[in-house]
Every structure is written in structure tokens, then in C-alpha cells.
């Protein structure tokens, strides 16, 4: 053929469609200037050596609270400045002040008390500590909830988008059910998840008087309710598993009712992320229509690492040129670094059943969801992240 600058039209269609169908799409997709990123991240980083000793420190009482402050401060700095490095257009604190992920915002709640349970969460061959979160009363988000104040040091330590992430407020029902939530305060359950959204809504317009304008909400439900073995054990905790879906689906969009036009607000949906391992398996295909199609997110987070999530199919259901899906298709759970042609073959598959503009590229889930963190080291973490990045300047440029 003659050169390719010199071609005909035809000449350079025919030449780009002998190319794999991915190589195609590239000249479709465009790169993105406001989040999701197509290099993006969910949120938690493994906890640095000096930090996981401050806090035995602390609980040996050998520290203050403040001396324990600073070297957060120090540390989340320090991530703060590697993940510009690496060249990510976000940043997060990593969750470094967090023990857990949804209990340290659940905790602080007006109307939530902490509470210690005679077992932990169940994982693949492990179970979680054996704490958790009670409603004991009115629910609210007071105006001095520390996680405030969190956000506004990552946004002032970070000149690209300060990203943060909260547990979703179906998570403080979904485990638990009626038996986490007082009589006494609620003993109508229309009530309680009146306040639970009216919580919520005033999360999010506290968040963005702070300066947040990319909020995550991190949720297990979905994923649960997508799990045979989840769905049996909600039965026998009395839900209506049925109904559950669209009661939650009804309460989200409650909360994202109020969101300001210039702030976006995605989901992270996972199966669960506890020192590596996890707690359900099972396809998006029972929940995608709603979660994607009928709650009103601009984004979601979806775990893609293993066969645990099923195939691509649920993503026939994704709003064509309205909302964003970010594929978690780089595991957290092991440090071995996936070949990047073995992403972008299933980037490719994606792509065939949703379109490659409206799809980005991040790790499966947090690193260390709970401060315990998974089982790899933070080099083969950071090395990760940088993959990812490198990967969607070679496709999205």
C-alpha cells in the first residue's frame, strides 16, 4: 500500500479495520479532564511502616493523639506527592487515619454508636475484627465530623483533584438489617431510612462547602445482592430481598437528588476486600440494570480482577454518552503485575459491549481497605498505579 499519509480515505479505513478491533476503538476515545479519570484509583493505600508503628504506639499509650496527628499529616503528604508523581490527575489521603473503611465515618454519625460483636465479618479464610456500628438514635451528620477536616488538609496538600471517599449508606443496613437498628429510635423502618438519605444529603452539602467536588460512595451491597450465598443469609436476617433493590436504589437517589452540577459523585462496588481476600461471588447481571441505568451516579467502580465478577455482559445496561464505568481490572489483592497486553485484551472485550469512551481504568479495589492492608508490598502497589497510567496514555492518550 502507499504510505498512509498519502492514502486515499478507503485506503486508511481498510488499513485501520486490518488492525484489532481495540487499535480502532483507540481513535474513537478520548482522554478526560474531569473524573472519573481514565486513570483512576479507589481510595485506600497501604499504611507506611512509620505509620502502622505510631499507631501501636499510640494504643500503648507511649504517644498523644497529636504526636500520632503529625505523623499522619507527614505520611499522607508523602502519598499525596506520589501520586503526582505517577502522574494520576486525582489524589486521596490513602485513608491513612482510618482503621476501616466505612466504620471510622459510621462511628462519628450522630445517633451511631461503636460497638464490639462476639464475631467479625466473614472473609475467604479469615474473619475481620469483631467490631461494628449500632444505631442507637436520630441519625445526623454533625458539622464537626473529622472527616471534614480530613478532606480539607488532602486539598490543601494537592494541586490535582482531592478526591474522598465515604462507606455508602447502605451499608450501615444491609449486614446487620433490622438487628442494627434501635427500636426505640426507629420503630418504623420508613423513618429510619428517611433519615438515613436526609444523613446523607447533608454529608454531601457539607463535603462541598469544603471544597469537594469528587465524592465516592464505596459499597458492598450491590455485589452482595448479586451473590447467591449473600441473598441467603439476607433472608435469614428477615429482608425482603426482593424489595431490597429498589428500596435501595429509591434511598440513593434520595441522597443524589441535592448534588451541585459541577460535583461528581460515583460508587465503588466490590465483594468485600479484607487483608486480600473477600466475601462473595457473584455476576452484576441481578442488579445492573437498576445500579447503572436507575440510580443517578455519574460513575461506577467496578471489580473486574477475577472471575468472581462474571463477564461483561451487565454492561449492555450502561446509559450510552451519560455516565462513566471504571473498570477494576488491576488486582490489589497480590503484588504480581499483570502483563498490560493482558489488559488491554480485556479492555477490548469491554469495550464490545460498552462504549470505550465512556470506560476508564483502576486497581479492583482499595490496597488496604482496612489498616491491616492486603498482602503485597507497597512497591509492587505503587508499581500498579504507575501501570495504570501508563497504560491509558498508550490507549486514550
Not at 469483631?130 to 445526623?140: I, M, Q
Not at 479484607?274 to 445492573?288: K, L, T, V
Request: glycine share 8%; with cysteine.
Amino acid at each position: 500500500m502507499r504510505d498512509f499519509a498519502h492514502a486515499s480515505n478507503a485506503e486508511r479505513v481498510a488499513a485501520l479495520l486490518r488492525q484489532s478491533h481495540l487499535n480502532v476503538l483507540y481513535y474513537t476515545a478520548m482522554p478526560r479532564t474531569i473524573p472519573p479519570f481514565r486513570a483512576d484509583m479507589v481510595g485506600s493505600l497501604l499504611r507506611p511502616a512509620p505509620l502502622r508503628h505510631a499507631r501501636e504506639r499510640r494504643a500503648n499509650g507511649e504517644i498523644t493523639t497529636e504526636e500520632l496527628r503529625v505523623i499522619e499529616d507527614r505520611e499522607i503528604a508523602t502519598i499525596i506527592a506520589r501520586q503526582a508523581e505517577i502522574g494520576l490527575a486525582l489524589a486521596t489521603d490513602g485513608e491513612l487515619r482510618r482503621s476501616r473503611w466505612q466504620y471510622d465515618f459510621f462511628w462519628h454519625l450522630t445517633g451511631v454508636e461503636r460497638v464490639v460483636r462476639d464475631q467479625g465479618s466473614s472473609f475467604r479464610g479469615v474473619q475481620s475484627r469483631p467490631e461494628g456500628a449500632f444505631v442507637s438514635g436520630k441519625l445526623d451528620f454533625p458539622a464537626d465530623h473529622p472527616m471534614l477536616g480530613h478532606f480539607k488538609f488532602l486539598a490543601a496538600h494537592t494541586e490535582a483533584t482531592p478526591k474522598m471517599t465515604l462507606p455508602s449508606p447502605l451499608v450501615l443496613h444491609f449486614r446487620r438489617g433490622r438487628a442494627g437498628i434501635s427500636r426505640d429510635a426507629y420503630p418504623d423502618i420508613d423513618g429510619y431510612f428517611d433519615d438515613l438519605a436526609r444523613c446523607y444529603r447533608k454529608a454531601v452539602r457539607a463535603f462541598y462547602a469544603a471544597g469537594c467536588r469528587y465524592l465516592q460512595l464505596d459499597d458492598t451491597v450491590w455485589a452482595h445482592l448479586g451473590s447467591q450465598r449473600e441473598i441467603v443469609l439476607a433472608r435469614e436476617r428477615g429482608e425482603d430481598v426482593g424489595a431490597l433493590p429498589g428500596r435501595y436504589a429509591q434511598l440513593l437517589n434520595r441522597v443524589l437528588a441535592d448534588k451541585p452540577a459541577d460535583m461528581v459523585i460515583t460508587t465503588h462496588s466490590c465483594h468485600g476486600n479484607f487483608r486480600s481476600s473477600w466475601q462473595s461471588e457473584g455476576s452484576y447481571e441481578a442488579i445492573a440494570e437498576l445500579l447503572l441505568g436507575g440510580v443517578d451516579y455519574d460513575g461506577y467502580f467496578l471489580e473486574y480482577d477475577s472471575a468472581r465478577a462474571g463477564g461483561f455482559e451487565p454492561l449492555r445496561f450502561l446509559p450510552r454518552g451519560k455516565k462513566m464505568v471504571v473498570l477494576g481490572l488491576v488486582t490489589t489483592k497480590t503484588g504480581m503485575l499483570e502483563r498490560k497486553d493482558d489488559i488491554k485484551r480485556r479492555l477490548d472485550a469491554a469495550a464490545k459491549v460498552a462504549p470505550l469512551d465512556q470506560l476508564c481504568l483502576s486497581p479492583q479495589c482499595g490496597f488496604a481497605s482496612t489498616e491491616e492492608g492486603n498482602t503485597l508490598t507497597e512497591d509492587e502497589q505503587w508499581a500498579k498505579l504507575r501501570m495504570i497510567v501508563e497504560l491509558t496514555d498508550e490507549i486514550w492518550g
